[in-house]
């Protein structure tokens, strides 16, 4: 009887405590906070953190990691620490540079400060910051010493890696002329300053790798047009050399693109930088100025800026070499081999030739070429390459990419040309993770080991050593673990990448004892958590922390599409020490940060929890059967009361494939074209998330009415969900896929919204045919190849059936899907006699509703338009306007 008695009380307590609990409304999304991390110090013994709160100021958490002391900093923003670790600097909430001494406690201000700079590397000693006034005043600190000097004038300032070296832009403030720009060079550990150039104006400057010599571009004037010139200094030389500019040997017709987009080899011998033609702009015809003109060009294929690639020799000033040839066709960035084989680059050009495929159909073509920079020499070595990884191993002695169609991966050698498949002995992703390439399943390179000995691929769950020769049979370095626990294992990585412009994907060298630290996701449990991989000839595997939480996940992309999704915040570690910083976060644990050495104990840093004083949520993972042989599975989104004894309104949500997301956390958010769970949540709705199984190539509208039919009967079976009472809604392909839904479902759902959804796949075709044929559209077909497809895909032809009441979204100027297909759809379904339809067009908006008044006018639209149908609540004004 006691128990009885104590069970009644502790459900009358959750009753009282829930109902204390508030109702969201637009305060509670305007005043949410958020947190993100600015940085780590190199030691670990530091870490910063922002906390916004929705539309008010910010605030900077500065605190130590192993002692209690931190600093709130209200209204300040972003951080520096110093290389050693004895510093923090930042900005107040206006134009005050913060200098906090992290040892002593101490904070100083310094006024008018429009940007400042520290060394990446060196002792920590210099910071230069830039006042107003004077044409720009430089000032240049010892933080060590205190000692200041000052240099007027100045509009660019950079010290090189090691902060031995500072380089100054600068011009006479009582003579702001061309001539009296000037370039100086100052070596900070010897106190000697030259001035090096007298031409200008100096615009973006780069180091070389040993930090001895820089290039920099000139704004230089010839014949009272501007154009600018690459100019080089190597320390001993008396002044700075020019490099290139127009009348350079292989300049005629070109120009420097001044885009910063330039570097030197790591060798110091070649600077590879971006040139393009010079373009008269045509501004009509010249009889007749109202006439436009536009010529047709290969579809798809785009040449912005006419850019080409260069490279320019040091021991031959006088020669530039294109390495990207200004014929080829390609939106791709050039790759260049890095390191010791830096005489290679490899480009992704669009063919003009085209391909077919199997069943005739005509698709883009692209090719793989090696490019010789010293030469220009071409050589293609793959052709018809399906998008995916490609790069070059750390040596340059390999050619790596992984094919997405075959589901395997091959090496071309570049000194024999040699191309292997060097994966045939691990298992292949399943066809439909491969079938458009959104998620590749294993399309990257965790590392090489020294030498290009070996590589570190993966498959769906495993990590494997492979031979880049394909003679050794590959090694599983994590046993089978993965694959055995249906967990998905990937890399975590704390290098940066080193080019500005080119696109490298080379992963570093690893040793044979060196340990990785993997992600790991369970793919039946949704469980995450860390292992470590220490390698060598019996590779270990460790487990560190695993459970219903998210450390680190690499997830599909579809994810984002639920609206108010926590941020994914990749961990960062200090630089001198195993000191990490990772975010953790849970459906009801809010995303706050943590501090960690060993991946295990889990030190809290930010301590925000502003869900606890809402009705919340919790999830639950749901599978059921779609069709015989195919199981789905998804989120359902309770109320934390919920009682099985009420009825519940449900809407449901999709998106690609977002069960993945089943313990992330969703800050409240506006609806931006999607929904925001939370908050339907909090008002009394089930909410559940299907993943959509495209099993069936051409047929993706059918395939997503299967899945969301399928999970609505399922839940229509039990007695808490009203099964009359259900609702739609789904943004860009989600709304595409409510609008062929609702052509399909008969009387099943009682309410739905698209947004941003298009309906006549052959309008749309003309728009983004790459899309339909071998993109998201999933179609697999042109529409001259097959228009049956594009037909029984397109919810328009079946018009006349829909019966469900809709609510169409738009913004005025939305790029991908035009409002146009949006009042086509409209209006086809007005002529259909559907009176129960609406159409929400938001002005200044494109693809996403953006602006933060729309968007609380669209959730509080949707709101009432749910609310009549699902709850039914008397209908707003809006509902009856005409």
């Known amino acids: 009887m006691r128990h009885l008695v104590f069970s009644i009380i502790l459900i009358h307590l959750n009753i009282v405590l829930w109902s204390q609990k508030k109702t969201m409304d637009i305060q509670t999304i305007s005043e949410w906070p958020t947190a993100k991390c600015y940085g780590i110090s190199n030691d670990g013994s530091y870490a910063a953190f922002g906390i916004d709160s929705g539309l008010h100021k910010g605030m900077l958490v500065i605190q130590a990691t192993r002692r209690p002391w931190k600093r709130n900093l209200l209204g300040y923003r972003d951080v520096t620490f ?115 150039s007298r031409s200008g104006p100096a615009g973006s400057l780069v180091f070389d790798p040993s930090g001895k010599g820089f290039a920099y571009l000139d704004n230089h004037s010839i014949k009272g047009s501007r154009a600018y010139v690459l100019r080089y200094y190597r320390e001993g030389m008396d002044s700075a050399m020019k490099l290139v500019d127009s009348s350079t040997p292989g300049m005629s017709g070109m120009e420097i693109l001044d885009d910063k987009g330039y570097f030197f080899s790591d060798r110091c011998d070649m600077i590879f930088f971006r040139i393009h033609k010079k373009v008269t702009p045509y501004h009509g015809d010249a009889t007749n100025p109202d006439v436009s003109v536009q010529k047709s060009s290969p579809h798809y294929i785009e040449r912005p800026l006419d850019r080409v690639y260069a490279e320019i020799m040091l021991n031959k000033p006088n020669k530039i070499v294109y390495i990207r040839p200004d014929n080829f066709f390609t939106r791709e960035n050039l790759i260049l081999s890095v390191g010791a084989n830096e005489n290679y680059a490899l480009d992704v050009v669009y063919s003009k030739e085209g391909g077919r495929r199997k069943d005739g159909s005509a698709y883009l073509r692209r090719d793989i070429y090696l490019i010789k920079t010293s030469s220009g020499e071409l050589r293609i070595i793959r052709k018809d390459w399906p998008n995916a990884y490609l790069a070059f191993s750390p040596l340059g002695k390999y050619v790596l990419w992984y094919d997405t169609e075959k589901g395997a991966w091959f090496t071309y050698q570049i000194d024999n040309g040699a191309i292997r498949n060097i994966s045939r002995k691990i298992p292949r992703p399943s066809k439909s993770d491969r079938a458009t390439g959104l998620y590749k399943g294993n399309d990257e390179a965790t590392g090489w080991l020294e030498q290009d000995e070996k590589v570190l691929l993966y498959d769906q769950y495993d990590v494997w050593k492979v031979d880049p020769k394909g003679i050794v049979p590959p090694e599983n370095v994590t046993h089978g673990y993965g694959r055995r626990n249906h967990i998905r294992f990937r890399p975590i990585t704390f290098t ?31 469980e995450n958590g860390l292992f470590s991989l220490t390698l060598g000839p019996n590779s270990r595997l460790k487990l560190l922390i695993m459970g219903p939480e998210v450390y680190h996940v690499f997830s599909r992309y579809s994810l984002t599409a639920i609206r108010g999704l926590a941020d994914q915040f990749y961990p960062i570690k200090a630089k001198y020490t195993n000191a990490y910083i990772f975010q953790r976060m849970g459906p009801n644990k809010f995303p706050n940060f943590y501090y960690t050495t060993d991946c295990i104990h889990f030190d809290q840093m930010t301590k925000l929890e502003p869900n606890t004083n809402y009705k919340w949520y919790t999830t639950q993972f749901v599978r059921w059967k779609i069709r015989e042989g195919r199981q789905g599975e998804g989120i359902l989104y309770k109320p934390e009361d919920f009682d099985p004894r009420k009825k519940y309104p449900i809407i449901f949500f999709y998106y690609e494939k977002t069960a993945d997301a089943l313990n992330y956390f969703i800050h409240p958010a506006f609806a931006n074209g999607a929904i925001n769970i939370p908050w339907f949540v909090n008002h009394g709705y089930l909410v559940f998330v299907p993943d959509i199984e495209y099993y069936k190539a051409g047929y993706p509208g059918e395939c997503a009415f299967e899945s969301v039919q399928s ?172």
């Not at 100083?108 to 006042?131: C, H, N, R």
């Not at 010892?142 to 240099?151: D, R, V, Y």
């Not at 990448?497 to 992963?507: A, C, I, R």
């Not at 809604?729 to 052509?743: P, R």
């Open 496 to 526: 940066k990448d080193k080019l500005p412009f080119l696109v490298s994907n080379q992963p570093s060298s690893i040793s044979l004892g060196d340990t990785l630290l993997l992600s790991a996701f369970n793919l039946s449990t949704k």
């Open 711 to 882: 999970s609505a009967l399922y839940f229509a079976r039990f007695p808490w969900v009203n099964k009359d009472r259900m609702g739609l809604q789904g943004h860009s392909y989600g709304g595409w896929e409510t609008n062929y839904i609702v052509s399909r479902s008969g009387h099943l759902f009682a309410a739905a919204v698209s947004a941003a959804g298009y309906s006549d796949l052959i309008s749309s075709f003309s728009d983004d045919s790459h899309y339909f044929e071998s993109g998201q559209g999933r179609i697999g077909a042109s529409l001259w190849d097959n228009p049956n497809l594009y037909i029984q895909n397109s919810p328009v032809f079946n018009a006349s059936k829909v019966t469900t009441p809709l609510l169409i979204v738009h913004g005025k100027d939305d790029g991908a899907v035009s409002l146009q297909l949006a009042k086509e759809w409209f209006n086809d379904l007005q002529t259909a006699n559907k009176s129960e339809l609406w159409l929400l067009s938001y002005g200044g908006e494109g693809h996403t509703i953006g602006k933060t008044r729309n968007q609380m006018d669209l959730t509080n639209k949707l709101s009432e338009f749910f609310d009549y149908y699902l709850k039914g609540e008397g209908d707003p004004q809006w509902m009856n306007a005409r």
């Open 82 to 196: 110093t290389e050693d670790s004895k510093h923090a600097i930042f900005f107040d909430g206006r134009d005050s540079l913060c200098i906090l001494d992290l040892d002593k406690d101490s904070l100083w201000m310094i006024l008018s400060v429009t940007s400042f700079k520290t060394p990446e590397e060196g002792d920590g000693s210099w910071l230069a910051y830039l006042q107003k006034g004077e044409g720009g005043k430089l000032r240049l600190l010892n933080l060590l010493t205190g000692k200041i000097s000052i240099f007027p004038g100045v509009s660019g300032y950079f010290f090189n890696k090691s902060g031995e070296k500072l380089i100054i832009f600068s011009q006479n403030p009582a003579n702001p002329q061309a001539a009296s720009f000037s370039v100086v060079y100052i070596d900070l550990e010897k106190g000697n300053m030259d001035t090096i």
